[in-house]
């Protein structure tokens, strides 16, 4: 069966650090999004990318990087992490005909020290 | 202004009684409206999608449009504890997508 998958599922880093997770999916879908999550602030759009080499910026994107190399992978990177990062992340991806329906891999609970 | 906008609640409603959610949105542009199911600790699930005015049922849910007044809600009927959770509203604009915050339900047996 299709799916999407987040890795790892919960990370604890420092201050500064670099850190990077995964998001791979295995429906084909040309659509693949970013999304934070907080209390009070609902899902919050950070990048999305319609294809290879195609990313955009959404609402929260200062800090935050994505690069497309191939159709499975989105993987997000946080350039130096700040405890504001703190947060669940979820990706997501849909079919360009259409995208209507997202789906959503499991979550990272991230938490910055 | 935030683009979509929910009660956070919670709303709470007996088992067997009609659960109603509202949601909110600003843009008038918007093509397409959805309404996700997220359990604690889990990643949101699609239960309903509506993109034209009226009313759209599927089983217990049933989801209603209006554009004129910028709002949709969602119908939960003969509710159920396993319908306890956070619904959250979605707004597609052009490839955009915008969620509100959810509200929590808790269905009480």
């Known amino acids: 069966d299709a799916e999407i998958t987040q890795s790892p599922r919960h990370k604890i880093t420092e201050t500064g650090r670099q850190v990077t997770l995964a998001c791979h999916q295995t429906?084909?879908?040309?659509?693949m999004f970013w999304y934070r999550q907080d209390l009070g602030h609902g899902l919050r759009l950070i990048h999305y990318s319609y294809g290879v080499q195609d990313t955009n910026k959404g609402e929260v994107s200062d800090g935050y990087s994505v690069s497309r190399s191939n159709t499975e992978d989105l993987p997000l990177t946080l350039e130096s992490a700040a405890s504001s990062q703190t947060s669940v992340y979820f990706c997501a991806s849909s079919d360009t005909s259409g995208g209507e329906t997202q789906y959503f891999g499991p979550g990272t609970r991230l938490l910055v020290l | 202004q935030k683009e979509v906008e929910q009660n956070s609640g919670p709303l709470s409603v007996p088992e067997g009684a009609i659960a109603s959610l509202n949601c909110t949105y600003s843009?008038?542009?918007?093509?397409?409206f959805f309404w996700y199911r997220q359990y604690s600790g889990k990643s949101p699930e699609l239960i309903m999608s509506i993109y034209s005015n009226g009313d759209k049922e599927d089983g217990r849910f049933t989801a209603q449009l209006n554009k004129a007044s910028q709002y949709v809600s969602l119908l939960i009927r003969d509710s159920q504890p396993s319908d306890s959770a956070t619904y959250l509203c979605a707004v597609r604009n052009f490839n955009k997508f915008y969620f509100g915050s959810g509200t929590k339900l808790n269905v009480k047996p």
């Open positions: 429906w084909n879908h040309n659509n």
């Open positions: 843009d008038r542009v918007s093509q397409s």
